[in-house]
């Protein structure tokens, strides 16, 4: 069962990514701000629901959080900064375009660079544990999706509207026979099928 918030006094903003492990395309993040009795039967970790349950998520969230943003940072960006840091970077970006400024956050995962004066939390598998960070992994995730939908359109030879650029053994095929697009993260390494 989640949590709907870490603590009750101040308002707090759950903070997760999507696309950091992919070898193409960019890091997108969201940041989330719900209201203490904030809830819906299906919200989880965005890994663990269907596509069109996140899809069906989505939709909640952005009508019924107090405030939500998502942002991202392109592959030509993560080769100069490195992944963990474009990653950082996403956060504080969706973070900057909260209507509402959060007093308390809750990062999904064990590091993160502070924005600002603003304390923060690291929750490990916290998308798992708190409805804010939960609402946050479906929002990047769903936002990621369909950019590597489009994506696909334009190199529909890596099959990104299914593998969503992550390094899945028919994406490092289609490398290895059409070598890297534009799109491709020139930092990470694509081990041998």
């Known amino acids: 069962m989640l949590q709907v918030c870490f603590q009750e006094k101040v308002a707090e903003a759950g903070c997760d990514e ?7 395309g960019p890091v997108f993040a969201a940041a989330v701000i719900l209201s203490r009795n904030f809830f819906h039967p299906l919200l989880n970790d965005s890994k663990k629901l269907t596509a069109s349950r996140r899809y069906a998520l989505r939709s909640y969230i952005e009508s019924h959080a107090v405030a939500w943003s998502v942002a991202s940072v392109d592959h030509e960006e993560i080769d100069r900064i490195n992944i963990l840091n474009a990653a950082f970077k996403a956060m504080h970006l969706a973070l900057d375009g909260l209507s509402v400024r959060p007093r308390l956050l809750l990062i999904d995962g064990n590091r993160f660079q502070p924005y600002g004066d603003i ?3 690291c929750e490990v598998k916290g998308d798992a ?5 939960a609402a946050a992994s479906i929002l990047a995730k769903t936002y990621r999706d369909e950019y590597m939908e489009r994506l696909h359109r334009e190199f529909p ?3 990104w509207d299914a593998n969503k650029g992550y390094g899945t053994i028919s994406h490092r095929q289609s490398i290895q026979s ?3 697009s534009p799109y491709h993260r020139r930092s990470f390494q694509c081990a041998p099928v």
Do not use: E
Not at 18 to 24: K, S
């Open 157 to 159: 030879q890596y099959h």
């Open 178 to 180: 059409y070598g890297l």
């Open 119 to 121: 304390p923060h939390r």
């Open 18 to 24: 999507a696309g950091r492990g992919c070898l193409a």
């Open 129 to 133: 544990r708190f409805s804010s960070i």
